[in-house]
Nanobody, 127 residues
Framework: QVQLVESGGGLVQAGVSLRLSCEASGRTFESYAMGWFRQAPGAEREFVTAISWGGARTIYADSVKGRFTISRDNAKNTVYLRMNSLKPEDTGVYYC????????????????????WGQGTQVTVSS
């Protein structure tokens, strides 16, 4: 059974950087696009970024564009989220997710297009 496990969250001050990791079990990681979502307290879950199965294509929410970078290492079954210049509004639980479709040609930015989710890692940014 494939599982996703996030790590790297924490409590940080505004302006610093964090790198989240999401490690997948199983042998088909390299065939699926991966995404990161986040959910702030009392808010809906929102899309943050996604990366294609080969790593060549990425998309970002406008709120993180230029500050966050998604990457993946298929040899390690791991997707990363580098977050720079963190702001208090970046606070939330960050989830990685696997695309529902194998080798989807267009990156997905809605949660329903992902069918496997990690347990989440908390990121808290203080001002």
């Amino acid at each position: 059974q494939v599982q996703l496990v996030e790590s790297g969250g924490g409590l940080v001050q505004a302006g610093v950087s964090l790198r989240l990791s999401c490690e997948a079990s199983g042998r088909t990681f390299e065939s699926y696009a991966m995404g990161w979502f986040r959910q702030a307290p009392g808010a809906e879950r929102e899309f943050v970024t996604a990366i294609s199965w080969g790593g060549a294509r990425t998309i970002y929410a406008d709120s993180v564009k230029g500050r966050f970078t998604i990457s993946r290492d298929n040899a390690k079954n791991t997707v990363y989220l580098r977050m720079n210049s963190l702001k208090p509004e970046d606070t939330g639980v960050y989830y990685c997710a696997r695309d529902r479709a194998i080798r989807r040609p267009v990156l997905a930015s809605t949660g329903i297009q992902y069918d496997l989710w990690g347990q989440g890692t908390q990121v808290t940014v203080s001002s």
